[in-house]
């Protein structure tokens, strides 16, 4: 088959033959995000310069982005790089884990009443209550940080995981029978797409969650790392320190959060969804 077929056919199936180019309208909605924290950032230099608030309570962001500058110089990559390793890490097994597991229960009846007993208990154990047991468990290694991040990133991957695949239309599943569908091509074909929604929203709340396991684990027993940065402003009285580990982490959630998305949109291209209005 040509080319010009094979893409004619791309077309009359409403697949885009090219990646399209950003619009002035896309680029004018991403201006619009950066509204809101340039405001911010200007209405706390001017209360800090005319002194209503003092600076050794709230930095100037002047003051911040020279501390940035001096840490990027310095050891802050040495800290993203241990901090990044430690999610990527946690959130994999977490993640991984939860998948198969919500498999498991989402298709079985009977894996449910077994299994969602104990995990409805577990999820309610608060982050920090982990800590002296893990540290107990496995010392103050890398392991102990790792096993913590993939609690965190477990629960809501396997909440929304078991949800999507028990919200599949029955009529679905009815149709992939009545064409006699084997049980690999009904989870491929039919349970994997119509659940994929569900799974990516999960997958992003649990990647948010395993940053905030991150810095409970960090806090607690670490010699690097974005968490041990926030420690070590606090104890040596720096809060332009803090500020600038805190926008780090908020820097790397929304990247890696911007990484989940973009592969959401691209596997869920085929939906037809409201995009809201204006």
């Not at 706390?44 to 110089?73: C, K």
């Not at 800590?131 to 940080?145: M, N, R």
């Not at 569908?181 to 990516?200: D, E, N, W």
Request: hydrophobic share 55%; glycine share 10%; aromatic share 8%.
């Amino acid at each position: 088959m040509s080319s010009s077929r094979v893409e004619s056919l791309n077309a009359e199936a409403g697949a885009p033959v090219e990646a399209a180019a950003p619009t002035p309208s896309r680029w004018r909605g991403r201006l619009k995000g950066l509204v809101v924290p340039v405001a911010i950032l200007v209405l706390l230099e001017i209360v800090v310069r005319i002194g209503w608030v003092h600076s050794y309570q709230m930095p100037a962001p002047s003051e911040i982005f020279t501390t940035l500058t001096d840490l990027a110089n310095g050891a802050l990559w040495k800290h993203i790089s241990a901090s990044l390793l430690r999610v990527l890490s946690g959130f994999g097994i977490g993640a991984g884990l939860a998948l198969l597991f919500a498999a498991w229960v989402g298709l079985s009846r009977e894996a449910e009443a077994y299994l969602e007993p104990t995990f409805a208990g577990l999820r309610s154990i608060p982050s920090l209550a982990w800590v002296p047991l893990l540290l107990l468990w496995l010392g103050i290694g890398e392991t102990s940080k790792i096993v913590l991040i993939a609690i965190g990133a477990f629960f809501p991957v396997y909440l929304n995981g078991v949800a999507a695949i028990r919200g599949i239309d029955r009529k679905l599943v009815e149709v992939g029978k009545m064409y006699r569908f084997s049980q690999r091509q009904m989870i491929l074909h039919l349970f994997l797409p119509a659940a994929l929604p569900g799974l990516f929203t999960g997958l992003r709340s649990g990647l948010s969650l395993a940053w905030m396991f991150l810095v409970a684990a960090e806090l607690i027993a670490a010699t690097k790392g974005l968490g041990y940065l926030l420690s070590d402003g606090r104890e040596t009285s720096r809060p332009d320190i803090v500020l600038a580990a805190i926008i780090v982490l908020a820097l790397l959630g929304k990247i890696s959060d911007g990484v989940l998305a973009m592969l959401e949109k691209r596997f869920l291209a085929w939906r037809d969804t409201f995009k809201g209005n204006g």
